[in-house]
């Protein structure tokens, strides 16, 4: 992201996890034609929650880094038209299973542990990198993460056994004991949304089943797993965090493997 870009963002109040979205919208276009590359998207029907923040990114780009007239600039771009996506994407066992196989291969930390606890405790991107040391919690033997999420809201998420275990296996061979936060880089602070979700896209290049992998994907995975488990929507609103049930419901879709279970009981 270019400094002029950085500066707009930052004296418009932009949260830093947005800041990052945006980077990496504007990075993953790769292409100087971004007025272009967004008309492609809108009219490939994107989803409308695809479309609004690309659309936002560019318009942000071209009037700091390419000085277009910020009363003009909304003419040029299309209108955010797209499709409402009424389903949330998730992975299926087998491709969670190819996913897994393929974070086994990275050897940087903490992305690698990230990477494996995303679809296991279902937190937003911004919200688990986020965490200290202070977030992880024990009671009556239950790990568990409590923090302030999206908005603001305090939130508690018990951790699955395979989660504890991904976690006792990260801090045995943490280096920087003492730093208070609990994926801090090199540097000292903590891990961007962007160290993971450049890892993410290397995933989704390599294995041509993991198209379109992203950290929100494994979140829906995380729903998509517990629902199949007949965890109540009530229940799962509270471990995702959403204001509205209504959101939570999107959830509720019958996925192609439940579907094909439901014909096979024919045969």
């Known amino acids: 992201m270019t400094a002029a870009l ?9 949260l830093p996890s947005t800041r990052e979205k945006y980077a990496d919208i504007l990075d993953s276009a790769k292409t100087d034609d971004l007025i272009g590359w967004l008309n492609r ?20 780009y071209l009037i700091s880094v390419q000085g277009y007239d910020e009363d ?13 996506a009424s389903q949330r994407q998730a992975l299926s066992p087998r491709q969670l299973a190819i996913y897994f196989a393929a974070v086994d291969t990275i050897e940087t930390e903490p992305s690698r542990t990230i990477l494996l606890l995303l679809p296991k405790v279902g937190l937003r ?9 202070e977030n992880l919690k024990m009671q009556d033997d239950t790990h568990f993460f409590s923090f302030r999420g999206k908005g ?18 990260y ?3 943490r280096v920087e004991v003492d ?3 609990l994926f801090p880089t090199s540097r000292g602070g903590p891990i961007t949304p962007h160290g993971v979700r450049k890892y993410t896209r290397r995933i989704a290049d390599d294995f041509p089943e993991l198209s379109g992998l992203s950290p929100h994907v494994l979140r829906h995975t ?3 797993s517990l629902l199949r488990k007949g965890v109540n929507i009530a229940t799962l609103q509270a471990l995702m965090g959403h204001k509205n049930i209504q959101t939570t419901q999107r959830y509720l879709h019958p996925d192609l493997e439940t579907l094909a279970g439901a014909v096979g009981a024919l045969d």
């Open 41 to 60: 998207k809108v009219n490939a029907r994107t989803p409308l929650g695809t479309v609004l923040p690309a659309r936002a990114a560019v318009k942000h």
């Open 179 to 181: 730093n208070p936060w």
């Open 125 to 133: 991107i911004s919200e688990i990198v986020g965490l200290r040391m």
């Open 72 to 84: 003009a600039v909304d003419s040029l771009l299309p209108k955010a038209r797209g499709r409402v």
């Open 171 to 173: 801090l045995d061979d």
């Open 152 to 169: 603001d809201k305090h939130r508690i998420v018990p951790l699955p056994r395979p989660a504890v275990l991904t976690l006792q296996d």
């Open 222 to 224: 995380y729903a998509t």
């Open 6 to 14: 950085q500066r707009r963002l930052k004296q418009r109040g932009l």
